[in-house]
């Protein structure tokens, strides 16, 4: 029979206090996906599927979005953000071509990618480097800025012309406020036991 004495809980003491500590700064906390359930525009056709799906929270290969070149994800208010996780088509690791995207304030959606500022790309895989796509999507961080649009691009993959969109995740400064509303907290652990 196992017995529970003051020596095996005292062991456990580092572990609650480090999970404690962990909980209370929020460093467990998952950040939030402020793209769900935003609006999606598109351009180029849609061949399967429906904008929505590219902000459902579903990052799995299928069902997808496919045909359109270009999309824009409306924020629908500004929010300071520094990544941006996407995912297309994964399941055979093709890569895709001229993947891009940009962040801005403004609606840009009838402006050709040439026409976006240099600051307001965060990604193109013409200069940054082609990716194999996974299941863990591609991760885009850059230095946080208040956005309102993420506008993307894709011209074809590895395996054929078509373009292929699964889901875009966006995060970024909300998890930053909320661990400075927690800094001012003063939390006192005491830890008694008996010999």
Not at 150 to 161: D, K, L, R, S, Y
Not at 171 to 187: P, Y
């Amino acid at each position: 029979m196992w017995r529970y004495t003051w020596h095996k809980a005292f062991r456990l003491y580092p572990i609650l206090a480090l999970l404690l500590f962990f909980t209370v700064w929020g460093l467990c906390e998952e950040p939030e996906n402020l793209a769900l359930g935003k609006p999606v525009w598109t351009s180029g056709g849609i061949g399967q599927g429906v904008p929505e799906l590219l902000t459902d929270g579903n990052t799995a290969s299928n069902p997808y979005l496919g045909g359109p070149n270009r999309v824009q994800v409306d924020l629908e208010k500004p929010v300071t953000i520094n990544v941006i996780k996407l995912w297309h088509y994964w399941q055979d690791g093709r890569t895709y071509h001229q993947n891009r995207v940009a962040v801005t304030l403004k609606d840009k959606k009838l402006l050709p990618f040439e026409q976006f500022d240099p600051d307001e790309i965060v990604f193109d895989s013409d200069v940054d480097g082609e990716y194999p796509e996974t299941a863990e999507g591609k991760r885009i961080e850059f230095e946080p800025r208040e956005v309102r649009y993420i506008h993307a691009w894709v011209g074809g993959n590895t395996v054929n012309q078509w373009s292929h969109w699964s889901d875009v995740e966006i995060s970024g400064m909300a998890l930053t406020r909320s661990r400075r509303k927690r800094v001012d907290r003063q939390i006192v652990v005491e830890f008694s036991g008996g010999v």
